[in-house]
């Protein structure tokens, strides 16, 4: 039987970490402004989003992984600019929506 926190992502590898510590506060930025565009006012998986970024930033920010983009999702969540639902651990189980009224972020 598995457990509950069998699915959950995985945490980031000391060499990921090294990359992501890498990543300049302008590259940062750009992450999260795609990651907002990824959204809209309809619930959305948050893997969903991951991965189209991940596909559209990945020959700038190689070796980056799939865990610190839903790290960046969790983070505009805490920020208040989406809204969740679900175990933001778990990116497969979880979903991220542009809180109504605020029209799809560009």
Known sequence: M????????APLSEEAV?????LSSEQIDRIDRA???GACENWRKVARIVGTVMGE???KLHGIPDAFYAQRIARLVERGLLQSQGDLRRMRHSE???PPGFGRVR
Do not use: C, T
């Not at 598995?2 to 992502?9: F, N, V, Y």
């Not at 090294?18 to 890498?22: E, H």
């Open 96 to 98: 991220v929506r542009v």
């Open 57 to 59: 930033q990945s020959p």
């Open 35 to 37: 990651l907002l565009a």
């Open 18 to 22: 090294a990359r992501v510590a890498a």
């Open 2 to 9: 598995e457990s509950a926190d069998d699915d959950l992502d």
